[in-house]
C-alpha cells in the first residue's frame, strides 16, 4: 500500500518561508509525477506544483516567482519552498504521486499539512 507522509508545515508571517517535504513509500512502480495541491474549506482542491518524472516542474500562476518544487533524495521525495507567503496562502497542502505500473496506475494522496500565513 502506498504511503505519503507529509512535514514542514506551520504558521508563520507573511513576507516568511517554509518548506514542506513528501515521501512516498509501500511500492517500487515508477513515478510519473509528484506535486502538491492546497485546499481552502470551501474550495476545491487546487494544483501548486507538480514534478515529472523527468523533472520537469509546473506552477500554478498564482506561485510563480514564490514557490520552488524540487526531488529531494529520491524520485519518491519531494519538497517544496514557499516564499514570499501571504496570507490568501493560508491552506492544508496536500502532496500526491502519480505512479505506473505494468497492470496500470495509481495515485495516491497524503493527508495534508496546514500552512497558516497571518498578515
Known amino acids: 500500500q502506498v504511503q505519503l507522509v507529509e512535514s514542514g508545515g506551520g504558521s508563520v508571517q507573511a513576507g516568511e518561508s517554509l518548506r514542506l517535504s513528501c515521501v512516498a513509500s509501500?511500492?517500487?512502480?515508477?513515478?510519473?509525477?509528484m506535486g502538491w495541491y492546497r485546499q481552502v474549506p470551501g474550495n476545491q482542491r487546487e494544483l501548486v506544483a507538480t514534478l515529472t518524472g523527468g523533472g520537469d516542474a509546473r506552477y500554478a500562476e498564482f506561485v510563480k516567482g514564490r514557490f520552488t518544487i524540487s526531488r529531494g533524495t529520491s524520485e519518491r521525495e519531494v519538497d517544496l519552498y514557499l516564499t514570499s507567503l501571504k496570507p490568501d496562502d493560508t491552506a492544508v497542502y496536500y502532496c500526491?504521486?502519480?505512479?505506473?505500473?505494468?497492470?496500470?496506475?495509481?495515485?495516491?494522496w497524503g493527508q495534508g499539512t496546514q500552512v497558516t500565513v497571518s498578515s
Open positions: 509501500g511500492s517500487s512502480a515508477s513515478v510519473n509525477a
Open positions: 500526491y504521486v502519480d505512479l505506473e505500473f505494468s497492470g496500470g496506475s495509481l495515485q495516491a
